[in-house]
């Protein structure tokens, strides 16, 4: 099964989560949808409850000085035609150029039909704990 149309789809979340991309990533998601990350577990069952929480984190990541993400690494792994995990390491850019962090990121995605992938679970984790196999 061919992956690029999850690799794209992940690209353009990764875009999406910048300073003032709250309401864009948050179109990235199927609701509900459950994000585990910083020890927090917290489900969302619309956009609008998702924007505002992505806001207040983008908000303090651009207190830090957070620019913009890249994926760094991409590994997927298909269970048929409407269902893949997708795991990887983002590179999280500092307005000056630096990096800020590097964090891992595994996401459940779907397929809705037509190719349109939504993001049902994401859990952020260390870089050196992606699936790679």
């Not at 830090?64 to 795991?87: Q, R, Y």
Request: glycine fraction near 12%.
């Amino acid at each position: 099964m061919p992956t690029t149309g999850i690799s794209d789809f992940i690209e353009g979340y990764c875009a999406a989560f910048r300073p003032g991309g709250a309401a864009a990533a948050a179109g990235y998601f199927h609701y509900p949808v459950t994000l585990l990350a910083g020890g927090a577990k917290q489900s969302f069952v619309s956009p609008h409850e998702l924007e505002a929480m992505l806001g207040a984190g983008l908000a303090a990541l651009s207190d830090k000085g957070f620019s913009h993400s890249t994926v760094d690494e991409m590994n997927i792994h298909p269970f048929g035609a409407a269902v893949a995990l997708a795991s990887g390491v983002f590179t999280r850019w500092h307005k000056n150029g630096s990096v800020l962090e590097k964090v891992g990121a595994t996401y459940t995605v779907i397929n809705e039909g037509a190719g349109d992938w939504k993001i049902t679970t994401l859990i952020t984790h260390g870089v050196d704990t992606i699936i790679t196999r």
